[in-house]
Structures are given as structure tokens and as C-alpha cells.
């Protein structure tokens, strides 16, 4: 009994990291491609990794670290992934472990990662024989942080709060708690500041932040942990690079972040980041400076972009300079110098937030201009991500199951369709959302009678039905919802139409329903997937 | 609607991998065989270069390649086009002799994979008794496949024809007439035409072989009458097509809606119908049912019964059957009225796509502006990614490449890319921009190399401004600085002239 628990737990366990790790290596569309090459350790890791050599430990912090046991929790998250094949299901069950520790207000901080999409969340704290049940109460997935709560009246009782430090120097001593793989008790491994950069967020896959790369062992288990010097948390370990990819690079959180999140909670609501939503190129290039009747002073960058459905739609346009942003002088390599650390420009809107203001200086066919922008949170961008505690989105009509496109629906297909592709990839940049706020694609057909000479149009984009545009999925129901006698669907590109018999398809409905467990034909909204932890724990 | 095709691996270059594969018993040579003396194959051996896309200035290393000719009456040697595209010198070898001579390509056709060689010594081929084409291979027959021992010595295989079928080649333009034959072939060294034999007439002609599988594709002798009919005329025309795509009408729903009354009626739907093309100026419209095609009756699959091989697509009737500047009766229903449609068939030239299809035998064209490397879209360009560059090469190219006929109305165009970037004095900070779209140079619209030639010449108070479709949106060059530095440039990367337009 107590062996095959091993097992599965051990399984478990790697569950969060390596979920982040496979999408590490997203790539900006137009980058020219290199398959990421193992560098030569590869022949030496499998063998590390097959049989557990003890190695020295690491020398001890010069400092202990202060209580961090009385402060560190192994959360236990038992979570329903969604099934976007099958979206009219409850998902599968999968259960991870991660690190939290207790901050003031009888709070515990985690990963978002590690609680993402639970439905039960248990936590442990050393010398304490009982899992306590524990409540998320806010998840940031744009930023890789939640903060869950323990309802047991004593569990802070004995529990001490840990303060927050700020950006740690580079080639200084850090050290990470967990509870990785390896063994059951709390772990701790030591590592120095390798580099602070901006980094892009794999549990969202679309988002960067500040990010601080540490050379202390991560492994799966450590996510959420609180990564120490000198008492104080530093960062929170959240993600890093398989071993095939890279050796011993690790990712923390760092305190701009995590507090920037407290921050935002505090009117009891998450805000997200908001973003500007434009594309920029550096001004290194000496003609193009004249051009722009920029002076030799290594300042300004171009505006490439502006996303329409972006908060500086109609205050930036394409071809304009940014000279600073806040006051704060932006160079021609996009840097501004803050609180005397250099940082991509874009750092000063990290840390604002939704309806905050920021202010930039313009150079707009050569004459300076001011301008303020009102920030919040451009929606598009959601698509290229992926999302967490909401139920998929569909209609199944007919047999023919229709699904808004979406990273996660991408990658649950694994569609290698070129269209397809192009409509993801070039959602944003292209500004396709303008068009289409939902690129409706005809995932799959559960085979019946009505649909059994329809194959040849899975994969296709709905353009129109019976002559009207579909933009959104809820026009696309409302078009079967009220559709005459014949349905004619055309997709686009070349193809021939979709033909559909309205009759029959209202007579296969019970027939196909029945026949494939489909328990609901359509969901519209993308309604928070979390229901009370009593009404999910039998799925 | 596609078809998605690409059973065998579909790339030219034949792949004799079949290292391991222990020969087989060999098939008997054909008892009429051993009475001829002197076999109707030569050797052929060709020295080529392809072009380099990514340094379109220069010729990538030389390669070489032995095969094997057919020797067929007049003179003629028939090779695969496979071969001999991008030769530099071709040189004809007697099997039994090892006696050589050079040879010019008389005719190429890239699309259906054949070309005529004829060697620069007449007699050359005296005394060879030259191959007849065997045209009427059915499924089932026994076809022999004709290799050389080093000795000069006949090797001889024998396979059976499964199937015969319309496939793409591999130039993928439409599709062509194609035996499929189960047959255990061995390597040789000259394994790259080897022509296929019924009872030693010409039957085929090697297309591709999968080692794994042991199936040969082959060029058959239908698609080959047609080539050598073709290259008997003044001019060689090449392969017809009318220009319209469809898809079957086996969804009762789809007949409905398309006006077909009849239930069993057959036909196909017409998706698109591609500007400036026969079937346009015909006047087929999207939406009609292409229900006959040179009288002869179309089923919903597009299927048409050949007095030869039975069902089989409807386009055999437009290429094997049909020449250029033929008129097609084409039957047609629209809204359930029937009508008839006479198709003037034309060839489609490469250079009549947006993106061309193949570019063989001549150089690339391109314009380097300062470090800046400008080039046309086509899908040999994109082939420099590989034998996976449909996932390999920049997405954006091929999406276009791929959707050319839906993105662009506009047929006399071309995209200009900007390729790559050379690391120039007056090219800093644009070094890691590459693969963009051009729209506008100094503000003039860029449909073709010859369009960003004229532009640069008039630069805006100074500066030459190229706008991309992509980001950056835009990039300025100082036009003096670039004159002033077009010779370093030149002698630093070695590159030969600046630009190539022809």
C-alpha cells in the first residue's frame, strides 16, 4: 500500500513544473528558428538524474535564515483540468504538491500554478500531524502568485509571518525552500543571483515580468516556495528549465512582483497587469535617427504597433517616439535607469495599476508632444494564453463542435492546420480580433448519420452563416438558435459551403447527446470553474 | 477542397536508402531480352549547382549525379527533369563500352518531371535499337524495372502495378497520371532514372521509391506520349490546366443546396474559380456542378470511367488527354439549369503565380541595398528550409506561399521579402530583421523587385524609407552613405553585383 503511494506521488510531483517547462520555449512569431540545443552536459544528466548520487551540500548561508520551519507549508492541490476535447465534461483529475509560506494577515503565498483550477487544497506544516483544508483567495495567473488561507481557527496561531526583502545583488548567497522531489520533509539548497531580466511567465504563457534567475537547485516541489537571504523572502521559486534544456537555471519571482500583487489585492479584488498594448523598435540606427529628426543622443524608441483594443489606441500611432516615460529618460536600447538600476522602459508600467495613469513624452513627426494614458488590461492577449478556472467555451450543434480558438485549445488539438496557426499567431499583431473577437473553428464532429459527409470541414474557421458575418461565439448560437429551414455555413478560405438541414438536426439532438455522454450542448460564458469543494469532489 | 497527399515523400530527389536491404531473389530477365544486343539505356552523368537563395548572388557547391537514360527513337535520351535541373554539363556513357559524349536538354518540363537529352555526337547512338513507349499499362500487370551492373550488364526487377492514379509530383502543381508499382528494388549507383519496362517497351519512368514500403511511383507512359508529343511542336507548351478547384458532391445537403434535384446525379462543386484562368474566361462559375468533362460523365467523387483503367479523377482528362489550346466541352448545372461551357485549356506558367511554384535553371533574383538583401517570394525559396520547410521556414512566408490564390487578386505581382540583413555601417540596429513583407519604398507600393529598383532611385530628402508589413513598420537608410559604401560592401561579404533583375 505505502509503496504504490510512493509511486503515484512521485508521479504527482512533477506535475506544475514540468508543465511550465514544456512551454518555455515559445517564441516570438518572426524569430528565425534554432531548435534549442542541449548544450554538452546532455550525456551526463540522465545518468545524474537515473541514479541519486549524494553530492557535498552546498555551504551553509553565512546567516541561518531565521524560522523559515515555522513559517513554510507543503500544500497538497487536487485539481480538475479542463477537456477541451470533450468540453462539456467536468476534466480530469490530477493532484500536485507545492510550497507556500505565511505572510502577515494570517495569509499563506503560493504559486498561482499550484492552485490553479483546484478543488480541494490541503496543507501541512512541519511537526503538525493534520492537513488542513485551505481556501484560495486570490490567484494572479498573469504573475504566477495566489494567496490561500487556512480556516482553522489556531493554524496562525503558532505560525510566524515572514517579511519581504527587496532585489538581491548579483553573485549574493540566496537560499530555496520546498518540498521537491527527493524526499517527504523540507528542503533547502543555496545558490547565488545569477541574473535579474525580464522573463516570460510560462504558467500564462503570454505574460513578462521582472524575473530573477538564481543558480540554487529548483525542482518540482519548490514551486511557491519562499526563497531567502538574511531573514527576509527575496522571491517566491516558481520555474525553470528542464535539465535537456539547461543546467541549474532556475527562476524566482522577485519582491517588485509579489508586492505589486499585494498591493493590487488589497481593495479585495485582482486587477491584473495592465499593459500599453504596443510593439516598439530600438533606435540605434543613425539615418533613422536624422530621419526622425531625433538628435545624437541615444534616446527614443519607435513605435512599430498600436493594438486597437489597447488603452493607447488613438493616443500613440505608428512612427512615433517615445523620449520618457514618467520623467524617467527611455534610451535607445528601450532601458530607463530606476531607483539606479537599469530596466526595460516598460518596468514603470509594471508597476502601476488598471486606471492608473502614465505619462510619456513624444516626438510626433518631429515636434514633442505629452501624452497621458489611462492603462488597463487589453483583452486580446487573454487568447494567446492560457486560462485557468474557467470551463471552456462551446457549441456543439449537429454533431459539429465549434470552439473559440485559444492556446489551450491549440494545444489540446495539436493543430498543425497553417490557417489555424496563422490566426493564433497573428491575433494580436495582425489585429484579426478586430474581425474576429472569436476565431470560431470547427474543432471536431461526433459522427452521426446527418454529419457523416461533413469530415472534410473540421478544421475550418466559420466566416459567416446564411450570409451573416460570425464574430463571437454567442452570434454563432444565436445563428442556430434561430435558423430557418437551411443552414449555410461558409468558412473561410476556399471551400465549398456547409450545408444543414435544420429539421434533422433538431431530430439527431437526443441521439447524438445520448450517444456520446454530451451533457450540454453549449457553453457560452466563460464562467469561474470552482464551484464549493462538497459539490466537486465526486467528479 | 485539398486533399491532403503526401503518401510517399514527395520530394525529387529519388531516395535509394535502401541499405540493408538484403536482394532479393531476382526476378528472370525476360526471355525476349537476352536476343537484344545492346540494351536502349546509356548512362547519363550530370554535374550541376543549384542556386544559393540565402547568398542569391552565388551557386551553392557543385553536385553530381549518375543515372540512367532511356534511348528512344530520333535520337533522344529520356531522363527524369529531376536530374538535369540546375545541370552545369551532362555527358552520355554507352553501358557496354563505357564510350562518352557530351549532351544538351533539348526539352524540359519540371511540373511533369521529364526531359529530352541529345547527344553532341549524332552516331553516338548508332546501333542502339531505340525503346517504344508500351502506353496501355492496366493494375496487375508485371512491369520490369531496368538497372546496369557495373559490368554494363542488365539488372532487371520485376514489379506489379497496384494502382493507377492521379498524385501530385513532385513539383506540386495539380496532379498527374501515376503508376504505383510493388516492386523490391536494389541500389545501384546509377539508381536515378530508371525506366520501367512491359515486355521491352517503355512503360515508365521512376518518379520516386519508398525503400520501406517498396513502392515505386512512376511516370507513365501516357504522361510521357503527351511530353514527346509536346516536344515534337515548334514550341513546347507544356501541361494544360483550367484553373478551377472542387470538391465532391457526396453530401446530399451540399447537391441540394447547389441545385441538383436528382438524387443519384453525380458532378462535381466548383469551390473556386481563379482570375484570368481558362475556367473563368469560360465563364464556370463557384457554386456550379461540373457534371461532364470532354463527354465524359463525372460521378460525385470527380471520377470519370477511363476505357483503360477504369474510375479514375477527371483531371486525367484535362492532362494526359488534353493539349494546350484544346477547347473542353464542359457540362455544367447551375441553380439545377444545365449548361455547356466550352475551356479553352492553357498552360500555367511559373512566373504566373504570385509565388512561384518552382524556379529551376535560373538564377534568383534579388536587390542588396546597403546590407539590406531584398528578394522575391517563391516556394524555391522557401525550399532552402528543407525537406520540412513547410513547418520549418518562417510561418509567414509560407502562409502566404500557401493562400496565394486567396490573399492576392492581383496575379501580375510578386511579395518582396526582406531576406535578410547584412551587418553594415549603415545597416546598425536592423541586423536581426529578416524574412519581412515590403509594402513601400520611399512611398511607392512594391509589387516586384523591378518596383523597389525604381523606388530607391527617388529617396526622400535623402533617405531611402523601406515599410514593412510586419514590425519594425519601418526602416530609413541614408542614400548617400549606401552609394558611398556599396563597394566595401561588395568586396566584405564577396558578393559578385549588387542585384540581379533578370
Known sequence: MKRILVLIYATLLLGPVLDAQESTPARPPMEPQG??????????????????????????????????????????????????????????????????????????????????NSRYVTVERDGDPNKYPAKVQFIANDCDLAVITVPAPDFFKNMLPLQFGGIPTLESTVSAYGYPIGGERMSVTTGIVSRVDFQLYTHSSVDQHLAIQISAQINPGNSGGPVMQDTKVVGVAFQGYSGDVAQGVAYMIPTPVIKRFLQDIGNGHYDEYPDLAITYAKLQNPAQRRFLGLKDDDRGVLVSSVVAAGPSNGILYPGDVLLAIDGHPIASDANVELDGEHAQFEEVVERKFKGDSVKLDVLRNKQPTTVSIKLYKPWPYSVQGHSYDVRPRYVLYGGLLFQPLNLDMLEAYRTADLRVRHFFEYFVLDQLYVQHPDVIVLTNILPDPINTYLAPYRGGIVDEINGKKIRTLDELAK?????????????????????????????????????YNVLKEQNLEEQPASKPAEQTNKT | MTTTRHALISFGLVLFTVGGALAKKESAVPATLSKQKQLALVRVNVTGQSYDYFRPWQKKAPFSKRALGAVLSKGRVLVTADLVANQNYVELERAESGEKTAATVEVIDYEANLALLQPAEKTFLDGITPLEIAPDTVVGDRLAAWQLEPSGALLATEGLVTTVQMMPYPIDIGQFLTYRISIPLQYRENSYTVPLVKKNKLAGLLLRYDSRSQLVDAIP???????????????????????????????????????????????????????????????????????????NEIDQNGNYVDSLYG???????????????????????????????????????????????????????????????????????????GPNWQREAPQR???????????????????????????????????????????????KEIKSLDDLAEAVKHPIEGFIKVETEEDPKQIELDAAQVGAEAQDLQENYGISALHRLN
Open chain 1, 35 to 116: 531548435p534549442e540545443r542541449p548544450g554538452p552536459w546532455r550525456s551526463i544528466s540522465p545518468g545524474q538524474a537515473a541514479v541519486p548520487v549524494p553530492v557535498p551540500v552546498p555551504i551553509a548561508p553565512p546567516k541561518p535564515n531565521g524560522p523559515v520551519q515555522k513559517s513554510l507549508v507543503r500544500i497538497t492541490a487536487t485539481s480538475v483540468e479542463p477537456d477541451y476535447k470533450a468540453p462539456w465534461n467536468a476534466g480530469g483529475l490530477e493532484r500536485g504538491v507545492g510550497a507556500g509560506f505565511v505572510i502577515s494577515g494570517n495569509r499563506i503565498m503560493t504559486n498561482a500554478h499550484v492552485v490553479a
Open chain 1, 479 to 515: 445563428a442556430f438558435a434561430d435558423s430557418p429551414d437551411r443552414l449555410v455555413i461558409r468558412m473561410i478560405g476556399d471551400g465549398p459551403p456547409l450545408v444543414l438541414d435544420r429539421k434533422q438536426v433538431e431530430a439527431a439532438r437526443e441521439r447524438i447527446m445520448t450517444r
Open chain 2, 221 to 295: 507512359a501516357p504522361v510521357i506520349t503527351h511530353f514527346l508529343k509536346d516536344a515534337e511542336s515548334q514550341n513546347y507548351r507544356g501541361f494544360p490546366s483550367a484553373g478551377f478547384s472542387f470538391s465532391p458532391t457526396r453530401d446530399p445537403a451540399l447537391r441540394e443546396f447547389a441545385g441538383e434535384k436528382q438524387k443519384n446525379a453525380g458532378g462535381v462543386y466548383v469551390t473556386t474559380v481563379e482570375p484570368g484562368t481558362p475556367a473563368m474566361k469560360a465563364g464556370l462559375q463557384v457554386g456550379d456542378i461540373v457534371t461532364a468533362v470532354a463527354n
Open chain 2, 311 to 385: 474510375k479514375i479523377e477527371f483531371t486525367n482528362l484535362l492532362t494526359s488527354h488534353a493539349y494546350a489550346g484544346d477547347i473542353v466541352p464542359f457540362r455544367i448545372q447551375r441553380s439545377g439549369n444545365p449548361m455547356q461551357l466550352n475551356v479553352t485549356l492553357e498552360h500555367r506558367d511559373a512566373k504566373d503565380y504570385v509565388s512561384p511554384p518552382y524556379n529551376l535553371d535560373q538564377p534568383p533574383r534579388y536587390y542588396v541595398l546597403g546590407g539590406l538583401i531584398f528578394q522575391e517570394l517563391s516556394r524555391q525559396y522557401l525550399k532552402e528550409w
Open chain 2, 397 to 443: 512566408l509560407v502562409y502566404l506561399d500557401h493562400f496565394q490564390s486567396e490573399l492576392f487578386s492581383d496575379r501580375n505581382r510578386r511579395v518582396v521579402i526582406l531576406s535578410q540583413v547584412l551587418p553594415a555601417n549603415s545597416t546598425i540596429g536592423y541586423d536581426e530583421l529578416a524574412y519581412l513583407t515590403v509594402t513601400k519604398v520611399n512611398g
